[in-house]
């Protein structure tokens, strides 16, 4: 069982910056990735970033430049750096997770989500 605890959503302004954070906690192996997705009104969830344990990262073609994702394995806390931040931005913003148990298994747990308002 997993647990994923978002912070850092909120109202900004356009041209903003917000830093998300989602830390795991529970039972598990190990976490192989952390990610960020984000899910607009009338949208389908779109992938946004994510950061395997070993630092490497992947981002969408549609954040390159502006999001920045890091993590804190030791905390096993991964954040979001958003800047530059456009109305279009506004979305309720997910934290996922990846663990592995034993037997070898791969489980994928969510945060409850985190809304970001991108608005003058």
């Known amino acids: 069982q997993v647990q994923l605890v978002e912070s850092g959503g909120g109202l900004v302004q356009p041209g903003g910056s917000l830093r998300l954070s989602c830390a795991a906690s529970?039972?598990?192996?190990?976490?192989?990735?952390m990610g960020w997705y984000r899910q607009a009104l009338g949208k389908e969830r779109e992938f946004l970033a994510r950061?395997?344990?070993?630092?490497?990262?992947n981002y969408a073609a549609s954040v390159k430049g502006r999001f920045t994702i890091s993590r804190d394995n030791a905390k096993n806390t991964v954040y979001l750096q958003m800047n530059s931040l456009k109305p279009e931005d506004t979305a309720v913003y997910y934290c996922?997770?990846?663990?592995?148990?034993?037997?070898?298994?791969?489980?994928?747990?969510w945060g409850q989500g985190t809304l970001v308002t991108v608005s003058s």
């Open positions: 996922n997770a990846v663990v592995e148990t034993m037997p070898l298994r791969y489980l994928e747990f």
């Open positions: 529970g039972s598990f192996r190990s976490i192989n990735l």
């Open positions: 950061v395997f344990s070993d630092g490497s990262t």
